[in-house]
């Protein structure tokens, strides 16, 4: 269980990381269609992907490092804000930091409320709930409507 103290200490790495992936939203969104053509567009597909891989694995073991490894919220969410709002990383990134965070406190106030007086772990609500929803993506790639 991560205190407030220990949550604030991550905020010098994962907000000035979320600020420069939001900000490439659009380079995303040219990355994901051909390397080449974004060559052809003045972007730099090496540089753009060392950058944002860095800044994620940065902000990403902050988080861990305070919450602990909760499995299947990197799945569930961003694979269902797509299927929502579509494949623009504008709004595809905004939307799934917004909606993971949304689906962390209904995954804890689960965790905390399903067995009272004790608290089961919040990573056994994220597998109950990523586990069929992995599947169904799995099925849906199958019949060959991935997106």
Not at 64 to 93: C, E, K, M, Y
Not at 111 to 118: E, H, I, L, Y
Request: hydrophobic fraction near 55%; proline fraction near 5%; charged fraction near 15%.
């Amino acid at each position: 269980t991560a205190t407030w103290g220990e949550v604030l200490w991550t905020l010098p790495y994962v907000l000035p990381a979320a600020v420069v992936i939001l900000a490439h939203g659009r380079i995303l969104n040219v990355l994901s269609l051909d390397e080449e053509q974004a060559r052809q567009l003045g972007i730099d597909p090496e540089r753009v992907k060392l950058l944002l891989l860095g800044v994620a694995s940065l902000a990403t073991a902050a988080a861990v490092a305070v919450a602990g490894t909760i499995g299947f919220v990197g799945l569930i969410v961003p694979h269902a804000v797509r299927l929502i709002w579509g494949s623009d990383n504008r709004q595809l990134l905004p939307m799934s930091i917004l909606f993971g965070a949304i689906f962390l406190i209904l995954a804890d106030i689960a965790a905390r409320t399903v067995d009272q007086p004790s608290e089961v772990p919040v990573g056994i609500i994220t597998a109950v709930c990523g586990v069929p929803f992995f599947l169904y993506l799995l099925r849906r790639a199958k019949l060959g409507a991935y997106w």
